[in-house]
């Protein structure tokens, strides 16, 4: 709950969403990966300049 009030940082490793793609891809899920980072309101992990300076993904660690 306190994650939910912006109190505690939840951190998924990668290899989860990895695992989710996979489950998604073989159509045990019908959500895409899309779907998935929008719902966790996902951020990007990134220096990549390009990337930070289009605005069109909130990144973190730029």
């Given at each position: 709950?306190?994650?939910?009030k912006g109190e505690?940082?939840?951190?998924?490793?990668?290899?989860?969403?990895?695992?989710?793609?996979?489950?998604?891809?073989?159509?045990?899920?019908?959500?895409?990966?899309?779907?998935?980072?929008?719902?966790?309101?996902?951020?990007?992990?990134?220096?990549?300049?390009?990337?930070?300076?289009s605005g069109?993904?909130?990144?973190?660690?730029?």
């Amino acid at each position: 709950m306190s994650a939910d009030k912006g109190e505690a940082v939840i951190v998924v490793p990668s290899i989860v969403l990895m695992e989710c793609l996979y489950i998604c891809e073989r159509n045990k899920v019908e959500l895409t990966f899309k779907d998935i980072a929008k719902v966790l309101n996902a951020k990007l992990i990134t220096k990549d300049e390009k990337i930070i300076k289009s605005g069109l993904v909130e990144t973190i660690w730029s």
